[in-house]
């Protein structure tokens, strides 16, 4: 997790780390090391500047060159080195012009808001920074860093690039205070030093804050803190170079903090002791608390709107992804944006970047399982290497002095392949290594984050580490936790050849085999309804061709088996088949050298009850469907007939529907059909369907057109119709409101049949699978003529 912890920029543990608006962090004293300077208007730029800009040549014109003190002017508004930083061109020539130049070229394209500089300085994680300040000869060193510092606030507007994703941000009137602290993760860092014994120096003597525009050595004690400048000033700087009057009139100078705990002096950075206008001490965020003489260790003050300092975060503002106040919604730019409570934005971040942890947490898993196999690879290659070696050096002893020049060689081809597989598996090794440490560094961190309560605090990271989270999850694509060689050596030596053929002895390829038993994945193997689903693959290593695949299903009896599938693919489902019945499955490969052996044999069971719905695609057009498919009614007077999605020739099943809306006294009928049964009109009325239909008093069994068994009691708005199949007494029966209805209504039922119903306009109902039999039912009403 340490990597996590440090700043790109001085390679150090985070010291009072800022939130850039691209969502890194870097300590505040390395982004003022970082941050460039330029003046307000380009026309009062020297003239090689803006020539140099516009061409991207250095002027070569001794005439065009600005004097001396113009050119020192500018470079201390940059923070340049005056002429001296030109490379000894004294007015200003090719090399300084350049310089500048570089630095200025950030602003080549104003209205994009991103752009890119070349300092000439490196910090040693490798990223640039700017050089330090010089005093420019001939002048005071204080009123040169004063009129630095000046300028970041009256005469110059400024910019920051990200050292990572190198974007970069333009700074508003309050300079490197606008943005947030990164309360959270200096939090971390802190506990993480106290964790590392770090802070075992907290007994040296503290170090005060110290002025940083002195020409005194040692520099005189800080006595004010300008907020806007970010500069400390001892009391006759102060009046020398910060004056409160004209553009530093609105300055607010505050007292300095207090002295610096040894963690915080570890990480100053070195341009506090050098007057640079890159400031020192400890910061102070808007609204928060800095970092106190116990290295920041005390408790932390709860955080506080920027704007407006005396109120605490209560919302969070969606569009600005950041905390504020309710003065922010009442007053300020917020009003009209989308807010949410800040508990309930923290803790659904918090749920968020938990949920990616998991992902990352099965993958790290992986790897380290992945890593295991890898070294058991090398265990067999070293293995398998020595017994191909020794095979060989018994071979060629075999053919004694005809084979000694060949036996050299061969065995440095089995040296080479075994030394390029072992190198293949050592760099996935430490590739993989590398992953999984980045991995594990990254979610450290965010567990660490996780533990936090400081909701805004949490929500300013939460975003980007959530994306991290997920990048890091994404950088396991297939295939990376697969190992790219296999342990085997894929070499045979035949030795049957006669002595005349011996030069030409060499290593043959494996001659293809039948593919080896595939392996059933029984994750992926399930049952639904009466359907199910299988899933193989060839186990790893498997060098034999395969053209296809044979799946074998029995009858659900334990009878023989059957093809049910031959073909490439890997994942097949079979449908139709009997409810409540055990299957087995098995599968076996084939190529052009025959056919491989069966796998294991899988045991699927389906469903016990049938679960199902009215089927939009067999049923009439004029059929309205609602409800997912469970509710049914018409759009025509006359009757139309709709089936069920399930099919039946086994068991015992028994479903329900419910008479939703029942007008003017129709004739629905409720029954089973086969699928080829007419459907625009009533059920029962060919030799497709077996079917009961009903009136408001009573009811008829139909079947090719013949009525029988007329019962009294009928439907209405309400009532609950029954119907059980029973396929093992091949028999149907009916019900109505969990009274049967007159006798068994059809006996000597067999084949393939569908749950069906006919119904007209004036009636709807609702259909319910999924039914056990009911044991309860009562006893038949007994039947008219």
Request: contains cysteine; hydrophobic residues 35%.
């Amino acid at each position: 997790m340490e990597e996590e912890l440090k700043c790109p920029v001085c390679g150090s543990l985070f010291r009072e780390p800022i939130i850039l608006p691209c969502s890194h962090n870097v300590c505040l004293p390395c982004a003022r090391t970082i941050a460039v300077q330029t003046p307000d208007g380009e026309q009062h730029l020297p003239p090689p500047l803006l020539h140099s800009r516009g061409s991207g040549l250095p002027t070569s014109s001794a005439a065009a060159a600005p004097p001396p003190d113009q050119e020192a002017a500018v470079g201390r508004a940059f923070g340049g080195g005056g002429s001296s930083a030109t490379g000894g061109c004294p007015g200003g020539g090719a090399g300084g012009v350049g310089d500048h130049a570089d630095k200025l070229s950030l602003y080549s394209e104003t209205d994009s808001g991103y752009g890119s500089y070349t300092p000439s300085l490196k910090s040693p994680n490798g990223v640039r920074v700017l050089p330090m300040v010089p005093a420019p000869p001939g002048s005071s060193a204080a009123a040169a860093r004063g009129a630095a510092c000046s300028s970041l606030s009256s005469c110059s507007s400024s910019s920051i690039t990200c050292p990572q994703c190198h974007r970069s941000a333009s700074l508003d009137h309050r300079g490197l205070r606008g943005f947030q602290r990164n309360r959270l993760l200096e939090a971390i860092v802190q506990r993480y030093q106290q964790g590392r014994g770090v802070g075992q120096g907290a007994s040296a003597v503290p170090e005060m804050a110290i002025c940083q525009l002195c020409d005194r050595t040692p520099p005189e004690p800080a006595a004010k803190l300008c907020e806007q400048c970010d500069v400390l000033y001892c009391a006759a700087c102060q009046l020398k170079c910060h004056p409160s009057r004209g553009p530093f009139a609105k300055h607010r100078l505050v007292q300095p903090p207090g002295p610096l705990g040894p963690a915080e002096t570890r990480c100053a950075s070195p341009s506090a002791t050098q007057g640079a206008p890159s400031g020192g001490g400890s910061y102070k965020s808007p609204g928060g608390a800095g970092v106190g003489s116990s290295g920041g260790s005390s408790a932390r003050k709860f955080p506080t709107c920027p704007e407006h300092e005396m109120e605490n975060y209560s919302m969070y503002c969606v569009n600005c992804r950041t905390p504020v106040c309710y003065l922010c919604l009442e007053e300020g730019r917020h009003g009209n944006h989308d807010v949410k409570p800040l508990g309930a934005m923290w803790k659904q971040h918090k749920a968020q970047l938990s949920q990616a942890l998991n992902g990352v947490s099965d993958k790290a898993k992986e790897a380290k399982e992945f890593l295991v196999q890898l070294k058991n690879i090398l265990q067999q290659i070293q293995e398998n290497g020595l017994d191909y070696e020794a095979c060989l050096v018994a071979q060629c002893d075999a053919l004694v002095d005809a084979l000694t020049r060949q036996k050299a060689k061969l065995l440095t081809k089995v040296t080479k392949e075994r030394e390029h597989k072992l190198k293949m598996v050592w760099d996935q090794i430490n590739h993989c290594t590398m992953k999984l440490r980045q991995s594990t560094g990254l979610m450290e961190y965010c567990l660490e984050v996780i533990k936090e309560n400081d909701p805004s605090g949490f929500l300013q990271i939460s975003d980007a580490l959530i994306k991290r989270v997920q990048v890091s999850q994404e950088q396991w694509v297939k295939g990376a936790l697969e190992p790219k060689v296999s342990a085997e050596f894929d070499l045979t030596l035949d030795s049957e050849p006669l002595l005349q053929a011996i030069h030409q002895l060499d290593f043959i390829q494996m001659k293809c085999r039948v593919p080896p038993i595939p392996l059933l994945q029984l994750e992926k193997c399930c049952t639904r309804n009466n359907s199910v689903t299988l899933a193989w693959r060839m186990p790893p290593f498997t060098h034999s061709p395969v053209d296809g695949y044979i799946l074998e299903l029995d009858d659900g009896n334990g009878g023989q088996f059957r093809e049910v599938y031959v073909g490439k693919e890997t994942l097949c489902t079979i449908d139709g088949l009997h409810f409540n019945s055990t299957y087995n499955a098995r599968v076996k490969a084939f190529n052009s050298s025959g056919v491989g052996p069966y796998s294991k044999t899988v045991v699927l069971q389906t469903s016990d009850v049938a679960w199902f719905t009215f089927d939009p695609n067999s049923g009439h057009r004029d059929i309205i469907l609602s409800n997912d498919n469970q509710t049914a009614t018409c759009s025509s007077y006359d009757d139309r007939v709709v089936l069920g999605t399930a099919a039946f020739s086994k068991g015992v099943h028994y479903w329900e529907l419910h008479v939703d809306r029942y007008d003017n006294h129709p004739d629905p009928a409720f029954g089973v059909a086969r699928a080829s049964v007419v459907k625009d009109m009533m059920l029962g009325k060919d030799d497709k369907a077996w079917a009961m239909y009903v009136d408001n008093n009573r009811s008829w069994f139909m079947h090719c057109n013949s009525h029988t068994n007329r019962t009294e009691g009928g439907v209405c708005k309400g009532a609950i119709v029954g119907v059980l199949l029973d396929l093992n007494k091949h028999t149907l029966t009916f019900f109505i409101n969990g009274q049967q209805q007159g006798p068994t209504a059809f006996s000597h039922v067999d084949g393939v049949f569908m749950p069906a119903l006919s119904l007209n306009r004036n009636v709807q109902v609702t259909l319910h699978t999924g039914l056990e039999v009911p044991t309860n039912l009562g006893r038949p009403k007994l039947s008219g003529n």
